[in-house]
């Protein structure tokens, strides 16, 4: 373009050419190009940052549904206890939806014994500062359920602790199937202690 401008110059007659390579000349050949390479540099920097937002937007909108479709509870809390996020295993296991528990306590929406459970497990990672992995339990309308939470400390930009981070695992089936076992066993003991006759253990190493 700025090629074209002063080639246009020279086509005006001697006198009055020479009157506009003196007044704008200057800014064609000079002023002009580096303009433009400049708003050029501004346009590339904010489209480079567009991108970068919409990459990031993009990466927060996967790691949100890998949590909200995740098979464990995850949830996150403030120091206060307070529950910032809650998925979609959570809202399944305890029957209650997030629209009630965002922004309360578990004090605010448990029974006391259990919200107190909660709270104790949650003030060890905030304030020995590290991660627990704890057993806890929690009681429905139907059974008493059994989970393996996994706590830990997260963080502000500035280094700041905030709150914490749980993934729980519901283990109630497995408990039972444990807690079977070890009656089999309390039983199968009760008759080997009271047999009328002998018993010789079949395994050579006993």
Known sequence: ???????????????????????????????????????GKIISDNLEKYEFIIRIKKNENFLSE???????????????GRYMLINGKWEEATGLKRENVLGKTDSEIFPENYADQFRSNDLKVINENRTIEIEETLADE???????????????????????????????????????FRESEKK???????APLPYQSLDQND
């Not at 080639?7 to 006198?15: A, Y």
């Not at 000349?25 to 303009?35: D, E, H, N, Q, R």
């Open 1 to 39: 373009v700025h090629i074209i401008m002063v080639s246009l110059m020279f086509t005006l007659p001697p006198d009055i050419a020479s009157d506009v390579v003196k007044r704008i000349g200057l800014p064609v050949i000079t002023i002009y190009p580096i303009a433009t390479i400049l708003i």
């Open 66 to 80: 890998i949590i909200e479709h995740s098979g464990s509870l995850v949830f996150v809390k403030n120091k206060e």
């Open 142 to 180: 139907k059974e008493v359920k059994s989970f393996i939470s996994v706590k830990f400390p997260v963080y502000e930009e500035n280094g700041e602790l905030s709150g914490i981070c749980g993934m729980t695992t519901e283990i109630t089936k497995l408990k039972i199937i444990e807690n079977e």
């Open 188 to 194: 199968f003991r009760s008759l080997y202690d009271n």
